[in-house]
C-alpha cells in the first residue's frame, strides 16, 4: 500500500483554519510600542518588485510570522509579477511587511522567503539557507547516511523538500517559488554535501494547484545503478526513481528505532509495509517473526532485498503477505491470529479536508481490527500522516476502536516525526505525522 504524505508546504485544513484565525484574532491588551512605518517608497529596492497588498487586518498572521499568504487576503497586486517571482508584501497601509515567492495559481498566492524587508532573494540567499539547514543537520543525524536536509517552512524555504541517501540528494520542489529558483537550490545542495548527484522528484500532484508540470530526473550528475544508505545498522536500497515521496520514508526513522527496542522475542504484523523499514528494524531488534502486509509487489520486492542485503538478519523470520490490507486484516482476524507488536503506518487517508469523515471511518476500522489481533499486554504503533487529521482528532478516532474491540488501552508514549523533519513553532501544519504507542491490558 503506498503512503503518500504530504510533505510541508501542502494546504490543508488547518492551514486555511489557521489563517483565518489568525487573521480575525483579537487585538492585545496593552498596544504595541510605536515603531517606524516602512513603506515601499522608503526601502531602496521596492519600486524593482511587485507588491502584493493585504486587505485590512490579514496582517496578522504574518505578524505572528505564519508564511502563507491566501488569494483571498490580499486586496490589490501591482505590477505583473510572473509565477515565481519574488514579491514584496504590504499591509493594507502600505507597510512592508515580507518578500515572498508569488504563486498566481494556488489558492496560496504567496509563500513567504523571508520577513527582513531589506533581504535580497538571489542565489547567494538560497546557498545560506541550504548550506544552515545541512550544518544543522550536521549535528544532529548521526545513526547512518541518510536524512531530510531540507524541510519546508521549517528551514524557510517553503516548498522545498530535500533527502540524502549516500551519495545522493533527492530535491522535491511543490511551489512556483522554489521552481524559480530550482538550479540555485540545487547547486546550494551540491556544494552544501558533496554529493555526486542531484536528482529531482518534483512529481507530486500538489504541483498541478501550481500550475507545474511533474519534472523528474538528474539536475547534477548521473543517479547510480543502485542508490544505498545505512540507518541504524541496517541497509537499504532506495527506489530514487519510481519509489514513494523520494523513495523511503524517512521520517519515521525514529519510529523505526523506537520499534526495534521493543521488537525482542515479540510476533510483530507490519500494515502498510511499503519496503520493509518496520520490518527490517523488528529483526534487527530479534523479533521472534514478522509478517508484514503491502499492495504493492514491487515494494515487497525491495523488502526482501533489504533483508538480504543486512546478513544478520534472518529471512526466514520474515512472512511477507501480497493484498488489500484491510482484506487481510479481517482474515488474520478471522483465523484466530494474535501478535504481540502491530505497527500500522498507514497511507493518507484524507488527502484534503473533504476526504476526512471517509478518513476517520478508514482508521477507525485498521484499528479495531489491530487491537482484536494484538494480544493481552501487546503494543500497537499506530500512524496518521494526513495533515487534515488533527492528533486530538486521530487518537478520538483510535480511542473509539478501543471501545469497540471492547479492550483496555493506555498511552505508552506520543509519536511523531524523526527530529531531521522540525516543525516551525509559528507554522504548525507542518507537524503533519502523528503517532501513537498504545498498549492493550
Not at 499492495?295 to 523470520?317: C, F, G, H, K, M
Request: aromatic share 6%.
Amino acid at each position: 500500500m503506498i503512503r503518500n504524505c504530504s510533505p510541508p508546504g501542502k494546504p490543508g485544513l488547518a492551514a486555511h483554519a489557521a489563517a483565518r484565525r489568525y487573521g480575525h484574532r483579537c487585538s492585545p491588551r496593552r498596544p504595541a510600542a510605536p515603531t517606524p512605518v516602512l513603506t515601499a517608497a522608503s526601502i531602496p529596492d521596492a519600486i524593482s518588485l511587485s507588491t502584493l497588498t493585504l486587505r485590512p487586518g490579514r496582517e496578522r498572521s504574518l505578524q505572528q510570522r505564519h508564511p502563507w499568504i491566501f488569494s483571498g487576503s490580499i486586496a490589490t497586486i501591482e505590477g505583473t509579477p510572473a509565477a515565481g517571482d519574488t514579491v514584496a508584501i504590504l499591509a493594507a497601509d502600505g507597510t512592508r511587511m515580507a518578500l515572498a515567492g508569488y504563486s498566481p495559481k494556488s489558492q496560496i498566492s504567496a509563500r513567504v522567503w523571508s520577513f527582513d524587508i531589506h533581504a535580497v532573494i538571489d542565489a547567494k540567499f538560497f546557498a545560506q539557507r541550504v548550506l544552515h539547514a545541512v550544518e544543522t543537520r550536521a549535528h544532529g543525524v548521526t545513526d547512518g547516511t541518510g536524512g531530510r536536509l531540507l524541510h519546508g517552512e521549517a528551514d524557510g524555504l517553503p516548498g522545498v523538500v530535500a533527502d540524502r541517501y549516500g551519495d545522493v540528494v533527492v530535491l522535491q520542489l511543490t511551489s512556483a517559488g522554489a521552481e524559480r529558483w530550482r538550479k540555485s537550490i540545487a547547486e546550494a545542495l551540491a556544494a552544501a554535501t558533496g554529493a555526486r548527484c542531484v536528482f529531482e522528484r518534483s512529481d507530486a500532484e500538489v504541483r498541478t494547484l501550481e500550475g507545474l508540470p511533474p519534472r523528474c530526473g538528474a539536475i547534477i550528475g548521473s543517479l547510480p545503478e543502485q542508490v544505498t544508505f545505512v540507518e541504524h545498522g541496517l541497509a537499504y536500497r532506495v527506489d530514487v526513481a519510481l519509489g514513494q515521496k523520494t523513495g523511503f520514508y524517512l521520517d519515521q526513522r525514529d519510529n523505526r528505532c523506537l520499534v526495534r527496542r521493543h521488537a525482542n522475542g515479540k510476533r510483530v504484523l507490519n500494515a502498510f509495509c511499503y519496503t520493509g523499514g518496520f520490518t527490517l528494524a523488528a529483526l534487527a531488534g530479534h523479533a521472534r517473526a514478522v509478517v508484514s502486509i503491502d499492495s504493492s509487489a514491487d515494494a515487497l520486492t525491495l523488502a526482501r532485498e533489504n533483508i538480504a542485503r543486512n546478513p544478520t538478519l534472518v529471512p526466514a523470520q520474515a512472512e511477507w503477505i501480497e493484498g488489500d490490507v484491510f482484506f487481510e486484516l479481517r482474515r488474520l482476524r478471522n483465523d484466530g491470529a494474535t501478535f504481540d507488536f502491530i505497527v500500522l503506518d498507514p497511507p493518507k487517508f484524507a488527502p484534503t479536508a473533504a476526504h476526512v469523515q471517509r478518513a476517520a471511518r478508514a482508521y477507525k476500522d485498521i484499528n479495531l481490527l489491530a487491537f482484536k489481533l494484538l494480544a493481552p499486554g501487546g503494543l500497537l504503533a499506530t500512524f496518521s500522516c494526513s495533515g487534515a487529521v488533527s492528533a486530538d482528532l486521530f487518537q478520538k478516532i483510535v480511542a473509539g476502536a478501543a471501545v469497540d474491540a471492547r479492550a483496555d488501552t493506555t498511552i505508552v508514549q506520543r509519536l511523531s516525526a524523526s527530529a531531521d523533519h522540525p516543525v516551525a513553532l509559528h507554522f504548525p501544519e507542518g507537524d503533519y505525522l502523528k503517532g501513537l504507542l498504545i498498549r492493550k491490558s
